[in-house]
């Protein structure tokens, strides 16, 4: 491997010290002159059908500039595909659940804009609501959107090879059903939106996203003016992990209540309100049928998987499909089949999430212990017998280029003492492993491929414009050590423009693991155009060719003879004088089957590539209070290539706690006739430092043909991995099998008792 | 000539919404968080040694954040030329002028600034000062510089042909002097800067400028800091004139208040700092020497100016050069002489001028008609004999591609009937012409050139990324509707993204009237660039040639074939699915013999294109008070090609304004030992909209070869000539010819009365 000067160290991130400062500004932060305070009003009822609404009191109140309903929009439907368009960002016709926005107003200041809220006279017809998947999928289940003809709307089928002869020929078959309740984002940030027009009808919007061109268009389609006036602009993210992909309702209400009162208007919501009414996770049930045979490979796998999808279908489609892609991607198996449904109950929406299904993920990983405790064969070797090769193909036909499972598994094992734990330790202490793979990227349409700019200045340093978002991961920092990387230059000699749609250009966004493999990909591409046109004016000063020289310390050199050189800066004011170009661009399009009816036929190449992860957890359950003490973690993803190690295990914590700490121990929503009884900090209990365990970070590189440097991406197989680790070694400490997550106490010491099941 | 959509029409300004809204914010309208009151000590004296600075009280001023002194800055000097390099941003030995920058602080609001600097304690030892150019000539006066042996520290010299051989040959043979004291540009928005840092030590900057890019390096080079921290931002701006082009002391004591009191700064100029802290036009006394031959053919003319520059080196070698510039352009002449000073004074510092020099201008065009009184022939004949041809070279050696010279002289002359009006008209009652001519750009250095982006977006709509800066005139406008024309959409269609030093590449500013030339032309490269990769895409489809294909209307279609046609937006969206590049890159170098040593080695190419002007002006003169009544005006240019002949309109009638209405009847400085008296608008005479005179618009076209369809430059012809068309146009009525501008009632009185002299 070429030696890098900043690729694979760990630079310090170019925004350490905003953030460290509170120099950074959150969309919540923003203040531009005569900006207004919005607010949303919200549907008391979790299913009911909209009589009237008069705001003719609200706008009378003495400083309310703007009050909105469906009235002021055009009525159109919003969705991810075609077929699940069935979101009007203002209802005209029902509410579908606790929560959902029903009008909003911007007022001179908050006092105002809430009381103009409670002056909104809505009359509703309460209609009889479902809240599980169970109750909506009743004979007499009320329909919750008529464009449906039942509550299911989204149905991933997925058969390949022939599951009943495997069954057949297994020499043991499983059949287990698993459940979690829904969990949410707890983004660091709540939802905050900022948004003004000028006179030429030209939309700014602020908000914390992970696709600023993504949300542009149907930006530019639901207020009808051209993409062109839309300009989602760079603001500092405290997060998304999945939840802020799409338009949200407060973007457009947002843009909508600016338009009418003519002045810059702000909406900050509440954490009830990002809770509740931005995304959650997908509830779900699963059963789980797998045969094997005597050493335990998987022969054959049927999983019919039901997910509480909420009122809308949001993500649904891409939510019900990646659990299971996940899955195929980490365990060879030959005849599988997979039925994914997702059915509508008047809730809040679910959307895609950084930990897909934990009563999908935990129940394959559970019920493969369980296999292998009948057959005598330890958890750590089920998964070395069943683990994804280099140079396989997935049942659905995804290549895989390159794929480390195997030595994430061996390096877990023997740093974690798994021999020597699996099997002797004390009661109540026990060991798990957990094995995921991920997407690196699931791009689909003209949107999927990032473009990149770069402009030299005459003093040698560079300006980067991308449409790369950070969401807090440490994007911008990846750019810059990239461009400067491959320009032979200083992270200081780097400015960044990003994700701001008017300046930059396309990018697919912060979503599915793109923007290292895809966005690196073109900032990289981007710096080698600009090098090579400097090189062009070395090579002729030199006379040599542009092959033979190199860009290094701000230098460019005769790679043979570094004597001959000249400093960065002179060929660029060479170039100036010359009137040659300074500036460079590069793109990137991932190779794949990329397609908007992927649903329908699920084949293909889904990702250019994928990362594979192995965490294993030791742990100790307290049998008097349930409580678990999870006393070391080993934490190894193949990534592909670690372009800044630090960053990355800072990925691999965030993704542990996430998935691992938070989603299996403490983090469920409880209920009450969709009222969400929980939606703060007070009782949605997100692991803060103090909570977690140390975790031995193992970076495995397998070095990717088509990733940046190598790269894929960083946490998230770690996230998933982490998560059935946890089910694993608390199952193991307890010596019963866990089906219901997450393992709180009383989910625990009923399981000690023999019972098993949360009263819900 | 092709027929354009938008080019050549009067499309309105992209900018004239949000500045009759109100809705353009200019610098002094910014308000960052947490930004502090910058305020400027001034000195008192107009030239004195700083014998100690005390700021102690100051700083202990509660809500006083930073004060700053020479101390806190390195030193250095600065200047536009290497041996111009006299100006230290504080002074850390003598103030020079009265008004000069001695320290500054930032506090929490204006009237804690103000008593802040009541408490700065300067001890200052007064020194003899000089105030004329004599006085600074004299064997003894004070040296105000020791850098430079004299007060005199520019020397223009030209020397062509052979003069005294000319002259012996000339037919007749006049020398008269003619001078003016300063003018003021008076922008109508006063200069103001704000600044900020971050925590990575990057700058954010805005201020009315004429040139990003330009500001942008002595930024960094005074501040020590690399020119990617220094990012100078698009603001609008409320005119130049020539005088915002430079780095000013306010923009580097803002940045360095900013640093120090770690807030951001706004510095709000007053009217009065307006006036003495920029810049003002030059003072001058001109002696025209010239010979004709008897069909009043200049055959030798022999100049000497000598220009008052004030306290510092600014722009001088520039002004000091351009007058005779523009007159070695407008006339052929074969054997001439110039030898131009530029003499320090104890008065605010001289810069560039939109109208540069009354007293050399006006002085060649006077005598030119005193010679044709003698001869018997009238002023518009004498013009058009002496007038530059096209494929002409000038005295300095610049060819001159496109010369609408005489054709400007005749159109004016028919409109405005001159052959029936001049030496007919009843007794005070006069017409007067002035010819001129104007570099469309002087660009110097590696900075001379313009680049451009376009980046598409995939509904057809586009960005433009470019350096060009717009400071009132319209060069936003021009921008759009060069990119619109090219790719054939709609100027809706664009956004723009201009004059921001961190994104934009670069660009040599909007001064010497260079971004229509340079800028607008790299624009329409970078647009014909992503034009044919659309054609590519189209050609493709179409199976033709790329050159068989028209934009138009937001369609591609085959020229012979209109009905073969597909939409924009459709290729670029054949592009994405492609991966192919949607965006494109233009830069354009003017070709000329750009020289930072100009003032030592002033022949060669100087421009790559001129333009040229006559003004024909109409006037009574009421004898018993001297004021001039101008009837009507008749304003001729060669613009090259109008790109939108309403913007070219706009600025004859503000060029006429400047130059003639108030440049030649109202406006000048009164001084007491170098303080002005006049700074306001109290005493210095701006003319109204209701002061000006119908003016006949008259636009010559040539079609420049290398002009962006043929355009050069607008209003600057006009303003030159127009200046001179009163002086010519008064003397005429009165029958007296004047030599001292400007031409206010009382010179007019007493010249009336055969005396001649204002009294200063």
């Not at 794949?592 to 990702?607: C, H, I, T």
């Not at 742990?619 to 670690?642: H, L, R, S």
Request: net charge negative; hydrophobic share 40%.
């Amino acid at each position: 491997m070429k030696k890098f000067d900043l690729i694979g160290k760990d630079m310090k991130r170019v925004d350490t010290a905003s953030k460290a400062t509170g120099e950074a500004l959150f969309s919540g932060d923003l203040i531009l002159p005569r900006m207004l305070v919005g607010k949303v009003l919200r549907s008391p009822y979790p299913h009911a059908r909209i009589i009237s609404i008069d705001t003719s009191k609200a706008e009378k109140l003495p400083g309310v500039k703007a009050v909105i309903t469906a009235k002021d929009m055009s009525g159109d439907k919003w969705g991810v595909f075609k077929y699940t368009q069935d979101q009007q960002f203002l209802p005209t016709e029902k509410v579908r659940y606790v929560g959902e926005e029903v009008a909003a107003v911007a007022a001179v200041d908050e006092d105002t804009a809430l009381e103009a809220l409670s002056l909104i006279d809505v009359q509703y017809e309460p209609l009889p609501a479902v809240f599980t998947v169970d109750d909506a999928l009743a004979p007499n289940a009320p329909l919750i959107h008529d464009v449906y003809p039942s509550n299911i709307n989204i149905h991933v089928k997925i058969d390949v090879g022939d599951v009943e002869k495997g069954f057949s020929e297994s020499f043991l078959v499983r059949e287990d059903t698993f459940t979690a309740p829904e969990d949410s984002y707890f983004q660091g940030e709540p939802y905050a939106v900022a948004a003004q027009f000028d006179n030429a009808g030209n939309l700014e919007i602020w908000m914390p996203n992970a696709g600023p061109h993504l949300k542009a268009k149907p930006l530019s389609n639901v207020l009808k003016i051209p993409l062109n006036k839309v300009r989602v602009r760079k603001i500092t993210i405290g997060g998304a992990f999945g939840g802020r992909s799409e338009i949200a309702p407060a973007d457009v209400i947002c843009a909508f209540l600016a338009r009418k009162a003519k002045r810059p208007v702000k909406i900050i919501y509440t954490r009830e309100e990002n809770t509740v009414a931005t995304r959650q996770a997908h509830a779900m049930v699963t059963t789980i049928k797998t045969g094997v045979d005597k050493e335990g490979h998987v022969v054959a796998r049927d999983i019919t998987c039901r997910m509480d999808g909420g009122a809308y279908s949001s993500t649904g489609p891409i939510a019900v499909s990646v659990p299971f892609l996940c899955m195929e991607q980490a365990y060879r198996m030959e005849n599988i089949r997979y039925n994914g449904y997702r059915i509508l109950t008047n809730k809040p929406i679910r959307g895609m999430f950084r930990t897909h299904g934990r009563a999908f993920a935990c129940g394959v990983d559970t019920q493969l212990d369980m296999l292998g405790a009948e057959l005598g064969i330890d958890p750590l070797t089920m998964r070395l017998r069943n683990a994804r090769q280099t140079g396989d193909y997935t049942p659905t036909k995804s290549f895989v280029a390159s794929c480390g499972m195997t030595e994430t598994i061996i390096r877990t094992g023997e740093q974690s003492g798994w021999k020597e734990k699996f099997g002797k330790l004390p009661p109540f202490h026990g060991i798990g492993i957990g094995t995921n793979s991920v997407q690196t990227g699931f791009p689909m349409g003209i949107r999927g491929g990032s473009q990149a700019f770069i402009k030299l200045n005459e003093d040698g340093g560079i300006t980067v414009i991308t449409g790369i978002v950070d969401n807090g991961q440490g994007n911008d920092n990846m750019i810059v050590q990239i461009a400067a990387e491959e320009l032979g230059i200083s992270p200081d000699d780097v400015q960044l423009i990003s994700a701001d749609t008017e300046v930059t250009p396309s990018d697919p966004g912060s979503y599915s693991m793109c923007e290292t493999f895809i966005g690196g990909n073109a900032v990289r591409l981007a710096a080698q155009d600009v090098k090579m046109k400097l090189f062009k004016i070395a090579a002729g000063e030199f006379g040599v060719g542009e092959d033979e020289l190199t860009a290094r310390d701000r230098k460019i050199f005769v790679t043979s003879n570094p004597e001959k050189s000249m400093n960065i800066a002179k060929a660029v004011r060479i170039a100036l004088s010359r009137n040659e170009s300074i500036s460079g661009e590069g793109s990137y399009w991932p190779n794949v089957d990329a397609k908007r009816e992927w649903v329908k036929n699920p084949y293909g190449q889904l990702s250019e590539t994928f990362s594979f992860g192995t965490v294993i957890v030791e742990v100790k359950v307290d049998p008097e209070t349930g409580q678990v003490e999870v006393i070391e973690a080993w934490a190894a993803q193949d990534v592909g290539y670690a372009l800044n190690p630090k960053v990355i295990e800072g990925q691999f914590e965030g993704g542990f706690a996430m998935g691992g700490q938070g989603g299996m121990l403490s983090e469920f929503h409880q209920w009450h006739e969709g009222r969400v009884l929980n939606p703060t900090h007070l009782g949605y209990m997100v692991p803060l430092a103090i909570d977690m365990p140390k975790i031995n970070n193992i970076i495995v590189e397998t070095i990717d043909p088509n990733g940046p440097y190598g790269a894929k991406e960083a946490g998230m197989s770690v996230a998933m991995s982490a998560a059935q680790a946890y089910s694993g070694a608390i199952s193991n400490a307890i010596g019963v099998y866990l089906k219901d997550f997450p393992l709180t106490p009383d989910i625990i010491l009923k399981a000690i008792e023999g019972k098993g099941k949360r009263e819900q």
